[in-house]
């Protein structure tokens, strides 16, 4: 499905065609929410189905901020300088001189804004321990060479392109959109009338088990150790 695909379920499902009711600001914000919801589940079987990943260069520091004006790669903040934000940090790979990762880097949640040790890390590769703080990642030692994030990135879905024939994406988890939708109706009822839609409240679990079930099953299937009979 595109966004204006789920926009028409959604408009099908809450049977509002007067704007009086819900505006079209407010549909968009809906669909939004529950796009982000809906993602969440994802995430919550399959962590790293939307995983991207980023190169950054550390100069012989100890810190570099992914929101920073001054940073040459900027994740967060108000001016990204990449195509997406970052939502949730995975894996922090350390790269080789062919921009190979030869080693991933343990987190820590002791490197505050006032600890750093030179003597943390791992002892026997000589690797730097890392910890977020803010927008700013910090490592257990000083630095030269580059990194590589393996972040989930956040929606750049534009619901406000829901004519038909604006064709905007979504994801590629195409036969599980209509839960945006119900997600949305969902949260519409419980809104106007203060109280739980049993029978929607019901679709949307039914939905969500079913994709549960295929995330936990897995897309690519030789990864998982799960053969199929043919």
Do not use: C
């Not at 990762?101 to 943390?120: G, M, Q």
């Not at 580059?146 to 988890?173: H, Q």
């Amino acid at each position: 499905m595109f966004v204006e695909n789920v926009r028409a379920y959604f408009d099908l499902l809450i049977d509002e065609p007067d704007v009086t009711y819900i505006t079209v600001a407010q549909r968009q914000a809906a669909l939004a929410i529950a796009e982000e919801n809906y993602r969440q589940a994802i995430i919550a079987v399959e962590e790293k189905a939307y995983a991207i990943e980023q190169d950054i260069a550390f100069t012989g520091t100890q810190e570099y901020d992914l929101g920073g004006a001054v940073s040459a790669v900027r994740l967060l903040g108000p001016s990204i300088t990449v195509a997406e934000r970052l939502f949730k940090l995975h894996r922090v790979g350390l790269l080789d001189d062919d921009g190979n990762v030869k080693a991933y880097l343990d987190a820590s949640n002791v490197l505050d804004d006032t600890t750093y040790s030179r003597d943390w890390g791992d002892t026997i590769y000589n690797l730097p321990l890392y910890s977020m703080l803010g927008t700013v990642m910090r490592l257990s030692n000083p630095y030269t060479g580059s990194l590589r994030l393996v972040y989930t990135p956040a929606s750049s879905t534009n619901w406000s392109r829901d004519t038909v024939g604006d064709n905007e994406f979504i994801d590629d988890f195409d036969p599980f959109h209509k839960i945006i939708a119900l997600l949305a109706a969902r949260d519409y009822y419980t809104t106007r009338d203060a109280a739980t839609h049993q029978r929607l409240e019901a679709q949307v679990q039914i939905e969500l088990d079913r994709m549960a079930s295929y995330l936990g099953a897995g897309r690519f299937m030789e990864m998982t150790g799960v053969k199929e009979k043919w």
